[in-house]
């Protein structure tokens, strides 16, 4: 397990950079490294590890050799799930283990509870997970995790725009905004949307 590959995984902004050490058709174990750090955090620590597991450290947005998220744009902990999500995607993991050190233990935690289903066993080193309010429980799951499947499914599909005619445009603006008057919507429009040949 001394040898490793590196891995890409193409995300909106760039991709997010990996490496793995063991055989292709081990048991799937994905290592997240703590705060400022990177995949390297587990270089001395997955040779001394069984050697039937497959073993992915991936370097969060910003970190290690992934790209940089956009100047100005936060890295939150959700957008650490959104990543640890997108890699298990590309990966076509639907279930495996999580490893985290620190915060990535965090980010384990917080996957774990929002995809367990995706999650066989989560090791902690030198964390202590996602601690969340009992009574914030049920509506933070819904929300956060509702959030994370939209925008990975809107990357999925990243298709054209369609392209409508003005009044076709209007209408539709109209169909989704019932707050708003014709005429209302048909300024909001001179802004809100580009001419094209197609409409």
């Known amino acids: 397990l001394g040898m490793f590959s590196e891995l890409k995984f193409p995300v909106p902004w760039g991709h997010v950079a990996a490496k793995a050490w063991g055989p292709l058709e081990g048991y799937p174990v994905l290592c997240l490294h ?24 991936m370097d969060f947005s910003g970190h290690g050799l992934s790209s940089h998220r956009p100047a100005g744009s936060p890295y939150h902990f959700l957008d650490y799930v959104s990543d640890v999500r997108r890699v298990a995607a590309a990966l076509q993991w639907r279930r495996f283990t999580l490893m985290g050190h620190s915060m990535g233990g965090c980010v384990a935690g917080m996957f774990c509870f929002l995809y367990p289903e995706m ?31 939209r925008l990975l499914s809107l990357e999925v599909k990243q298709q054209t725009p369609r392209a409508r005619s003005p ?22 429009l001179q802004r809100g949307a580009t001419e094209t040949p197609a409409g």
């Open 34 to 57: 703590g705060w400022l750090d990177n995949a390297n955090t587990f270089d001395k620590l997955i040779p001394l590890l069984p050697r039937d597991c497959y073993y992915v450290a």
């Open 119 to 149: 999650v066989d066993k989560v090791i902690l080193l030198e964390s202590l997970g996602f601690l969340l309010a009992p009574e914030d429980t049920e509506a933070w799951l819904k929300s956060k995790r509702m959030v994370i499947d």
């Open 167 to 188: 009044e076709a445009a209007l209408q539709r603006l109209l169909e989704a905004n019932r707050h708003l008057t014709a005429e209302g919507a048909a300024i909001l």
